[in-house]
């Protein structure tokens, strides 16, 4: 019996070759540096074609027409670059190649590289979680500005600021914005300005090349953003590639004259406002007194108010009724409360024992000054006192009868 023949087509074998590579996290999420050769530019459909080599070997790459937006530079022949994507391969025709997600002149590649370490320790920090940031003051009268000395920011920023809301005050505080040292005078400006405790810090710059901006990605910076008492926006002026200033900052604005609508109300608006508040608390007040008139009408109809003076009259005159009958009353209860305590003052004098005595009697006392009402309390000789009603008698018991 013959043996049936196993075989696969191509289109299995380069499907089963593109999982492998899709499934392969080496493949990844990875960064390549190389040169640049046969590029032609955007294709028809947007998308950017071209070849990575090296001394030895080439890859195909691709860069998709969404991800091109965020080139910030025309790459041409010859361009030593650093690409980051994944490997992937393209099963019509067999091979594979890098689909790329950024493509960077390598010295600019490594600064993005450390950008992007960076930036993910402080996400992992939470530097950049949004419940750390504060709420901006909305009537901002005292701002400071940190921008480059003699820069068109510099008079941007007070322009518009002052275009906006003319209360306010525009402090400008001229720092190095880009070279070794600009890291360092940036922090420097803004302690000051922290320590002086102004409404409103706005830091940044009128855009540049990515890598003019390298200042504004310093790690002592960001961590100073952070810890700055005063609400802060950036402003730095690069659309398509946010510094980490950008990302810790309160607010973010791409450039001078956004930073000056984040930061400040339009005056005209709030004149608008105001006036429609007005309106509003003027129809309220209005309505009001309309809704009082109408009840004061209520009850200057109703009939017991259209005869308040006789009303007023009738009552007082019940009163002045009743406090008649309560003065005859309370008369008369004094006058037979007066008579009880006469009458209990007289029985009280009548059982008076000296009273009595006075009369010619007399108490009989042993000599416990015990009172003798019986033959039988006493005995022959006993001493007895007799009790008149100025003095006693000393006498003692000769018999009994």
Known sequence: MEKELIYYSISQINDYIKVLFDNTNTLKNIYLKGEISNYKGRNKSGHIYFTLKDSKCSINAVLFKFDSYSLDFEPKNGDEVLVYGSISSYPPSGTYQIICKTISLFGIGENFIKKEILKKKLFQEGIFAIEHKKDLPKFPLHIAVITGKNSAAALDFEFNIKRRFPLT???????????????????????????????????????????????????????????????????????????????????YASTPTGAAEIAVPDIESVYYDLEQERNYLNSLVHNKIISLENKLLYFKNKKYFQNLDSSYDNYLEKLNGFKNILKVRLENKITYEESKVKNIKNTLEFLNPDNLLKKGYSILLNKDNKVVSSIKDVSIKEELKVKTSDGYIISEVKGVE
């Open 169 to 251: 005050n525009v402090d400008i505080l001229y720092s190095l914005v880009q070279g070794e040292n600009a890291a360092k005078d940036l922090i420097k400006n803004l302690t000051i300005a922290d320590e002086k405790q102004y409404d409103l810090i706005i830091i940044g710059r009128g855009g540049g090349a990515s890598e003019d901006l390298n200042a504004f990605d310093d790690e002592e910076l960001v961590r100073c953003i952070y810890d700055l008492k005063t609400p802060i926006i950036s402003a730095v002026g690069h659309e398509i590639n946010q510094t980490l200033c950008d990302l810790v900052a309160d607010k």
